[in-house]
């Protein structure tokens, strides 16, 4: 056998590793974008999952809802932070692109009123008044406190709240005005929470509103008011946002289920498989202290079966359904 066989046969174990090798290289990131209001608990399952999921990076943006969904209908996250149930159009947006989505619901918040802690007036609100105060036709008529209620003061009232990008903008004007996007536009508009605690926590005759996280990360700095619903048949009166609130089902109409939905194609990934079971174990645990609510019953054991079966769609089939509980939804 001459010098340059023997050589060749020496290599072809090599060669044969080094070809095997490529299984244990670094996987692709698994990128997800949406809800501000939902990262913090995002964060928190990305660093527990980080920990046993060695070579596994998990990308973390918060653009909002409505940017989220924009760029997972195109293809480009595995996975979208959602603070509300898809829409129509982010749905037919999906469909035309041929991305397929599975809908799991991961926690409760408490979406939150709030004003300056130098406010002595406005310890609680009704839903009618947040009506008056934020529907289209305010807009440069309703601009004082005393408007509002008659006997607030008459002193002027600055406005904050997310931007028309935010899953949180959606879901309160649906729930104040009967309509998504109905809204006036002369207020101050942000899809960081940060700017709007800023903006609330500066000047006492403000008003925001924000996640119940954000607020939980700054009630040093700013107080949540708390919110009559206008059903006296329990006589419940005004509620304040807690965890407990929402999970005893009396904090209305500002308790909303959070939402991560995810490309179907994208499971074929082991690692973006795995994260979203990760999340769905966890979130029980981790919930409360990224400022949301754990979901109640057995709906995270429904929405691991969602998961494991692969089952595309929305279980908001008609507007009714956005008072039902996740739970009851996910069993039908």
Known sequence: MTPFRLALIALIPLATWACGSSASAPTAPVLVDGSSTLAPLTQAIVA??????RGTDVTLSSAGTVEGFTRFCRGEIDIVDASRPVRE???????????????????????????????????????????????????????RWNQVRGDWPDRPIKLFAPGTESGTFDYFTEMVAGTV?????????????????????????????????????????VKAVAIDDGDDSVGRGPISPSPEAVGRGVYRPFSRPLFVYTNKARLDRPEVKSFLDTYLR???????????????????????????????????????DSKLGVDLLMSR
């Open 282 to 320: 966890r979130a029980v645990e981790l919930a409360t202290g990224a400022g949301t609510v754990p979901l109640t019953g057995n709906s995270y054991q429904l929405a691991l079966q969602r998961l494991a079966n692969g089952v595309a769609g929305t279980m908001y089939r008609a507007p009714e």
């Open 89 to 143: 159009p982010e749905r037919a947006a999906c469909e035309a692109a041929g991305v397929e989505f599975i809908e799991l619901p991961v926690a409760y918040d408490a979406l939150t009123v709030i004003v300056n802690p130098g406010n002595t007036w406005a310890e609680s609100i009704t839903v009618s008044e947040l009506r008056k105060l934020w529907e289209p036709a305010a807009e440069a008529t309703i601009a």
């Open 48 to 53: 527990d999952f980080e920990k046993t999921h």
């Open 181 to 221: 996007d109905s809204s006036r536009k002369d207020y101050t508009a942000s899809g960081d929470d940060q700017v709007i605690v800023r903006g609330v926590a500066a000047d006492v005759e403000t008003l925001g509103y924000v996640g119940y996280s954000a607020f939980d990360r700054n009630r040093t700095t």
